[in-house]
């Protein structure tokens, strides 16, 4: 398949630290679900555990500065935005194709 090549976990480990508010001033993750605390409780299986991109994270991959910014269903307000955005599985909210 095309899967990492090091397995799932040390991916997942990324992703919580990515979302853990105490590991970094501005977390890149938006995390649902149990991800660890402060006082090194482990996170959740990745199965209890959901996650989508910040604003922050969300200005910084997908929108370009030259062209402007995009709002989180990746309709441009004033210009465009870096990748091509399509409708998710049920057309209620657009992603992107590819992460920079």
């Not at 995390?31 to 910084?60: I, Q």
């Not at 210009?79 to 590819?98: A, C, L, Q, Y």
């Amino acid at each position: 398949g095309k899967f990492h090549p090091h397995g799932d976990a040390s991916v997942y480990d990324a992703l919580v630290r990515l979302a853990q508010p105490f590991s970094s001033a501005c977390p890149l993750i938006d995390g649902h679900g149990n991800f660890g605390s402060v006082d090194a409780d482990p996170p959740a299986a990745m199965r209890y555990t959901e996650c989508r991109l910040t604003h922050l994270a969300f200005d910084a991959l997908l929108n370009r500065a030259d062209l402007g910014t995009a709002d989180n269903k990746g309709l441009p307000f004033h210009g465009g935005i870096s990748v091509d955005m399509i409708s998710n599985f049920d057309d209620s909210d657009r992603e992107p194709i590819v992460l920079p």
